[in-house]
């Protein structure tokens, strides 16, 4: 579901299930997890499965526009910064003019 904030009501959002070129998923259920908005994509990470008692790493992006989920590779264990497992924590955009604004 969504929050549609000018009608200040909840609409219910369906998904598309149909191949974009990306591996189309829906998450698991999960709670506690990072989630943030930038123009039309949704960002979810990690979280809490409460049934399995599952702490998740992964990350999706879900499109409002095309209504498709999108999942986002983690990176190795070899990386310098993967993310790992998390949950009960946020995610922030970080304006910068240093930044490529055409990235996110």
Not at 12 to 34: C, I, Q, V
Not at 56 to 75: A, C, G, M, N, V
């Amino acid at each position: 579901r969504i929050f549609d904030i000018p009608n200040m009501k909840w609409l219910k959002h369906e998904y598309s299930s149909k191949n974009t070129g990306h591996k189309d998923l829906e998450p698991d259920k999960r709670m506690f997890h990072a989630s943030a908005v930038i123009g039309p994509l949704l960002f979810i990470h990690g979280g809490y499965n409460e049934d399995n008692k599952e702490v998740f790493d992964d990350t999706y992006l879900y499109d409002i526009d095309r209504k498709s989920w999108i999942t986002i590779s983690q990176p190795s264990s070899s990386a310098k910064l993967p993310i790992g497992k998390r949950f009960m924590h946020t995610i922030t955009r970080v304006v910068s003019p240093k930044l490529d604004q055409n990235t996110i």
